[in-house]
């Protein structure tokens, strides 16, 4: 869960901003409430006081001719009137000498005193203070409030309900003649502090949702523009058309959609571009491509030309020659054993290069591949190879289908053949491995030998629209056939040609 949130943040703008903005939401609201909380319940105590000093002096005021006169019953009346107060819970009338003169208690209970009393006795402290003072004084315990009032033989209280008791007080007018206490509870205190405080909780939850959900929507408002083009160059990515992003804003969000539509727009225009480019460049790889089919036909169909030329008309020459030095040989016998012995000479001239066009135009023409078939045509081919060069050829076959196509087996069968010329024409190769097998639906021919070996790509780049043909001519087969030619190379480690055309 936790980890899904962290990812959620890093992940969504939005939630970041919700976040932010909340907790600085959550912050502010604290931290007024709490300074809220806090002055007020200081004004509640402050009244508090204010009211229990009132209270106490008021007494003290009305008790001084009680006390004066040392007459209980004139007690009775402010004491009963201050008792009605729900908070008082005690009220104590003493006079100078501590004597108690009138007692009031709200319930039969430990009312918490801080001020012990042992007797009629008042703590010394508690006179002290009051005599220091010569005015009303307070003492707070857990419990509550302990308001004490010096009784004056003189009321400097000129109405009681004013609120200027603090200046009334003129010692030298003035005699102490008794001490009035009032006790106030803190329930009502605590009750009052605990309302205020759920008042307060109240308000800052509902500040709070309130600003969660003001947060929301502003995150949200904010993310909405980024997501849109968020979502635009995904699209691009894709490869999708991008559409235009309105963002009616002048700020930066606004700037960068504009930015972004302009890129869209110039992307647009160079994709369409590149298309045409595409489309041009297709046209014109199938035009070449056409074109080398076209140019290996009329190979092939040239080889035919001048392999049947060599063998019905070279070929018939030389056998008639061959025939008619034989009836030559014939007729001058062993008469002339010089002349016998040029005309047999001639005769196996004759005889040699009637099997020479033989090879050659077996080579031109590959008629052993409709007879003999691929892969035995090919043995026989590197046989020749081996017997004229005295290399060591290796052949290796596997699984080769007997039922291809022409040109794949014209294909494979010429690709082997340039590939031994060049091995005979440019290296000094010792061992030659060809192996023709059937994988993966293709047929993969590899030639290998232990040559000198050369740089492919410098080659193959120069020999672009130039001669030698050889491996280009190579490539140009395996690719009409929709297979792939690859040639590696290295100097002195010899070199790996490797074709491979899908069935
Ligand atoms: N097996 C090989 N070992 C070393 N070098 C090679 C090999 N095959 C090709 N080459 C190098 O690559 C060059 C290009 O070969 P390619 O077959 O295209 O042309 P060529 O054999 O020189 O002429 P052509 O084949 O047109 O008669 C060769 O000249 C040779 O330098
Ligand atoms: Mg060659």
């Keep these: 869960m936790k980890i899904y949130l962290i990812k959620s943040i890093k992940e969504h703008f939005s939630i970041k901003l919700f976040v932010v903005f909340g907790l600085i939401a959550f912050i502010i609201s604290c931290f007024f409430t709490g300074i809220f909380l806090f002055h007020q319940s200081n004004q509640l105590n402050d009244a508090n006081l204010k009211k229990g000093l009132f209270q106490v002096k008021a007494l003290a005021h009305n008790a001084r001719i009680g006390v004066f006169a040392e007459n209980k019953e004139l007690l009775d009346a402010p004491v009963e009137a201050i008792s009605h107060e729900d908070e008082v819970l005690e009220i104590l009338v003493f006079n100078i000498d501590g004597k108690l003169l009138k ?53 400097s209280y000129a109405v009681p309900a004013s609120h200027g008791l603090e200046d009334i007080l003129k010692p030298a007018d003035n005699r102490l003649i008794g001490y009035a206490m009032v006790k106030v509870g803190k329930d009502i205190l605590n009750r009052q502090r605990k309302e205020l405080l759920i008042t307060n909780l109240i308000l ?47 700020d930066e969000v606004g700037l960068l959609a504009e930015a972004f539509n302009n890129m869209a727009d110039a992307l647009r225009i160079r994709e369409n571009e590149l298309m045409a480019v595409n489309r041009k460049l297709m046209e014109q790889h199938e035009q070449r491509k056409i074109l080398s089919k076209r140019l290996i036909d009329l190979l092939e169909k040239d080889r035919e030309q001048v392999a049947m030329e060599l063998h019905d008309h070279v070929g018939q020459v030389l056998t008639s020659l061959k025939i008619n030095l034989e009836i030559i040989q014939g007729q001058v016998g062993s008469y002339n054993p010089e002349l016998e012995n040029k005309i047999i000479e001639s ?28 892969v035995s045509s090919i043995k026989e081919l590197l046989s020749d190879f081996e017997m004229s060069t005295g290399m060591d050829v290796n052949f290796f076959t596997h699984n080769i289908p007997s039922m291809l196509s022409k040109e794949k087996e014209l294909a494979i069968y010429r690709i082997t053949q340039e590939a031994m010329n060049n091995i005979v024409k440019h290296t000094h190769a010792t061992t030659v491995h060809v192996n023709l097998v059937m994988k993966d639906h293709k047929i993969a021919l590899s030639i290998e030998d232990n040559g000198t070996g050369f740089d492919p790509e410098k080659i193959m780049e120069n020999t672009h629209g130039q001669s030698p043909f050889g491996l280009l001519i190579m490539q140009e087969r395996a690719e009409q056939l929709n297979g792939e030619f690859r040639i590696e190379s290295e100097t002195e480690k010899g070199t790996y040609v490797s074709v491979e055309i899908p069935v």
Excluded: C, H
Excluded at 125 to 146: C, H, Q, S
């Design 204 to 250: 800052l939850i509902i500040f709070l949702t309130a600003s969660f959900f003001a947060s929301y929507f502003v995150a949200k408002g904010m993310a909405k523009p980024l997501n849109r083009l968020m979502d635009g160059a995904n699209a691009i990515s894709k490869g999708l058309a991008a559409e235009k992003i309105s963002v009616k804003t002048r």
């Design 347 to 374: 005769k196996d001239r004759a005889i040699q290069a009637i099997r020479d066009i033989k090879d050659i135009s077996r080579g031109l023409k590959p008629s052993v591949l409709s007879t003999l078939g691929l």
């Design 103 to 155: 007692e009031y208690r709200k319930q039969e209970r430990d009312t918490g005193n801080r001020v012990k009393r042992q007797g009629d006795i008042i703590e010394k402290d508690v006179l002290t203070k009051i005599r220091d003072a010569m005015g009303p004084v307070y003492f707070e315990d857990r419990n509550g409030f302990d308001f004490w009032a010096p009784i004056l033989s003189t009321s």
